[in-house]
């Protein structure tokens, strides 16, 4: 049996999944749960916490990839390393070259990795929509002019592409392909429910495998947002694509189909009304009292921010809530500052969850800079930045001492790896035993920052 679960975001489906699945292991099943990679730990945290580890063992908890590479690999199917960013525009960079004389638009993009990577994002957008380069060429046939000519020279060059792509790695889309064909061949899920949950959409080799998948499990269940008969095209296009697909090759393997709706969650009647309407394809008016919500216009983004601020001073002096049981939630970067000034201004205590560059942490520089000196050779750009991240163990006064070292003779490359010999007063300067003294604990300072750096450079070529 094909199962929909229909609910919005806000209606407790993962807990309502959660709770079917603990149900299942208790009934001595052993469900498998398939979510998105990037969930796949969370997921498992998740479960193992709220039902126990009995039952998070239970179960099996898994992502696309994981499932298609295991599954692989049980039936004695050789599994191919995967290739990494630098790997695949390497070999795009080469199918392009291999098949330069045949085109006439793309020939010299080999030279350009702008380009390169603008034909990996078109090749993986094709691979995601379950296409072949074979599938490109035929939908060029019925164009003209330098269109036609595009898709033919596209579709050369993605062959090429695979040809080389697959003599030494596979692609999560080849993996999960393969796999679609061997569980055709199989019966050994005929007595497995499976669960696939926290998806936007699926690309269509993911929706391949389902269909594949779909005649040799007992049941599946697909969670998807929004209500059966209230979904907008327009603002959830995967999700009708996604139940078509399915609805399809549940008729085509006479599969009952059913559909579901989550409810559960939802303690507003106003909040639900809104939640079921917003994307409605013909939204019904709410006739009830909606004291959980509140439409406030202003005349601009700090008048905005002004209202927002009163009306959490008006919470925290009423002492309906604390300052911590608060969330403002916003789209629009702009009206970040005005709105921590509103707030500041009126004395609320005021935390920022806001996304930051990865590279801003100064242990991750710290990292990035180690592996570029090991992998590159030393740089005094990157040696200092290292110095400027505070966790070398440097302090801040030897930090500088060196960096002014270094710029008033400077020194660079190769220059790090042996002991500095110019006087630190500068050129034209008498050495005398102050200066012998300062230039000896300026090497000392080098030394406690290279060395770990030529081990760290030596352990690469090693490996």
């Known amino acids: 049996m094909l199962t929909f679960l229909f609910g919005a975001d806000l209606c407790a489906k993962r807990e309502f999944v959660g709770e079917r699945l ?47 590479r295991a599954l692989l690999e049980s039936h004695m199917q050789a599994v191919k390393p995967r290739a990494d960013d630098t790997a695949v525009s390497v070999l795009m960079s080469l199918a392009v070259k291999q098949v ?51 898709t033919k020279e596209l579709s050369l060059i993605f062959t090429a592409f695979d040809g080389l792509l697959t003599k030494r790695f596979s692609t999560e889309t080849d993996n999960i392909n393969v796999a679609a064909g061997l569980i055709t061949q199989t019966d050994e899920f005929a007595d497995t429910d499976f669960w696939f949950d926290d998806f936007r959409g699926f690309t269509g080799a993911q929706l391949r495998f389902l269909s594949a998948l779909l005649p040799k499990c007992r049941n599946m269940y697909i969670s998807l947002t929004g209500y059966p008969d ?18 399809i090759a549940a008729k085509e393997n006479n599969v009952e189909i059913r559909v579901e709706v989550i409810k559960n969650g939802e303690k507003s009647a106003g909040l639900a009304h809104l939640q079921g309407n917003l994307f409605a394809l013909a939204p019904e008016a709410f006739s009830g009292e909606t004291p959980d919500l509140r439409i406030m216009r202003a005349a601009n983004r700090y ?17 309906f809530c604390r300052a911590r049981d608060i969330a403002v939630l916003h789209r629009d970067d702009a009206l970040t500052a005005p709105l921590i000034s509103a707030l500041k201004k009126y004395g609320v205590p005021v935390f920022e969850d806001d996304r930051r560059n990865l590279f801003a942490y100064p242990l991750v520089r710290l990292i990035l800079c180690a592996a570029e000196i090991a992998a590159k050779g030393f740089s005094t750009e990157t040696l200092l930045s290292m ?19 270094v ?39 080098r030394r406690s920052l290279v060395e770990p750096l030529k081990k760290l450079r030596q352990a690469f070529k090693n490996g």
């Not at 498998?32 to 730990?41: A, D, R, T, W, Y």
């Not at 302090?395 to 070292?405: K, W």
Request: include cysteine; charged fraction near 25%.
């Open 22 to 68: 603990n149900d299942a292991v208790n009934a001595g099943e052993q469900p498998v749960l398939i979510v998105p990679e990037q969930e796949n730990f969370d997921r498992d945290k998740e479960i193992m916490l709220r039902y126990g580890e009995k039952v998070s063992n239970a179960m099996r908890i898994t992502s696309f990839s994981h499932f298609c």
């Open 303 to 319: 008048e905005e921010c002004e209202m927002i601020a009163l009306r959490v001073k008006q919470l925290l002096d009423e002492g």
């Open 407 to 445: 710029y008033r003779w400077q020194l660079d490359g190769r220059a790090w790896e042996s002991d500095f010999k110019g006087n630190p007063l500068g050129i034209g300067e008498d050495a005398d035993a102050e200066s012998n003294e300062m230039l000896a604990h300026i090497n000392e300072v």
């Open 387 to 405: 110095l400027k991240t505070d966790m070398t163990g440097i302090s801040v006064e030897d930090a500088g001492a060196l960096q002014n070292y």
């Open 230 to 247: 209230s979904i907008s095209g327009v603002s959830f296009p995967h999700v009708l694509k996604t139940r078509r697909r399915m609805s």
């Open 100 to 150: 330069s004389d045949e085109l006439e638009i793309y020939g010299g993009h080999y030279r350009r990795p702008g380009r390169v990577q603008e034909l990996v994002a078109f090749y993986n957008e094709i691979a995601n929509a379950g296409k072949t380069p074979h599938d490109l060429l035929l939908a060029g046939g019925s164009l003209s002019g330098s269109l036609k000519q595009k």
